[in-house]
């Protein structure tokens, strides 16, 4: 294989590690499917990245499709490792519609 890969392997990557939210199982999976270690972890986050860059920003998605809110909102919190690092991803959402308002992601909660 090439360094080069389509967009439809790249999404498809994209939506093997969003269904799965590993890394690990996400080369394993692309690797049976093509029955060759031609992805490794830095492959993977490379089109992970290339995909996160090409979405738009959450005032983007709300100044294109105006939502309406229910005007409750519920805040939730999510660790993982970055570099070495405990990071907590905070999100903002809406409880009826489920449309995150915001997100930040901090080092303590």
């Known amino acids: 294989m090439s360094g ?3 967009d439809k392997v790249i999404n498809w990557i994209g939506f093997t590690y969003l269904r799965s939210l590993s890394l690990r199982n996400t080369t394993e999976i692309v690797r049976s499917f093509y029955e060759r270690d031609c992805f490794s972890k ?4 490379a089109h992970l990245e290339f995909l996160i860059d090409q979405l738009p920003s959450i ?14 909102y519920a805040f939730d919190g999510m660790w993982f490792k970055y570099q ?25 909660e």
Do not use: H, M, Q, W
């Open 4 to 6: 080069r890969f389509s």
């Open 42 to 45: 830095d492959t993977v986050l």
């Open 59 to 72: 005032s983007e998605i709300t100044r294109i499709f105006r939502p309406s809110r229910s005007g409750y």
């Open 84 to 108: 070495g690092e405990d990071r907590v991803l905070l999100i903002c959402f809406d409880t009826a519609t489920l449309d995150v308002v915001n997100y930040f992601i901090a080092r303590k």
